[in-house]
């Protein structure tokens, strides 16, 4: 059974930073792609950053050079560094993760519980 747990989030002035991290367990073989996701009131889900298995990032637009996303495998952990935090990045901030089989294949993709993000200019 696949776990996730986050932490890190809380509340912020503009300008200020935050790290979330999501430690994940229950795959035998570890995970694949790692991303945050976040979702304010009234809008809909969004990707804010990813990271594969590789190592490879994306990112939003709206928090590229503002925030980091990075994995330690040794700990199937994921971080998002966020820097220069806004009040418009107020949100529930979901942890994602591809659990992996022994041939590197996905079966099954899992969502963390979310923590709140807020941020007051």
């Known amino acids: 059974q696949v776990q996730l747990v986050e932490s890190g989030g809380g509340s912020v002035q503009a300008g200020e930073s935050l790290r979330l991290s999501c430690a994940a367990s229950g795959s035998t073989f570890g995970f694949g792609a790692m991303a945050w996701y976040r979702q304010a009131p009234g809008k809909q889900r969004e990707l804010v950053a990813r990271v594969s298995s590789g190592g490879t990032t994306n990112y939003a637009d709206s928090v590229k050079d503002r925030f980091t996303i990075s994995r330690d495998n040794n700990k199937n952990t994921v971080y998002l560094q966020m820097n220069s935090l806004k009040p418009e990045d107020t949100a529930v901030y979901y942890c994602?993760?591809?659990?992996?089989?022994?041939?590197?294949?996905?079966?099954?993709?899992?969502w963390g519980q979310g923590t709140q993000v807020t941020v007051s200019s």
């Open positions: 994602n993760v591809d659990a992996i089989r022994f041939s590197g294949r996905t079966y099954g993709n899992y």
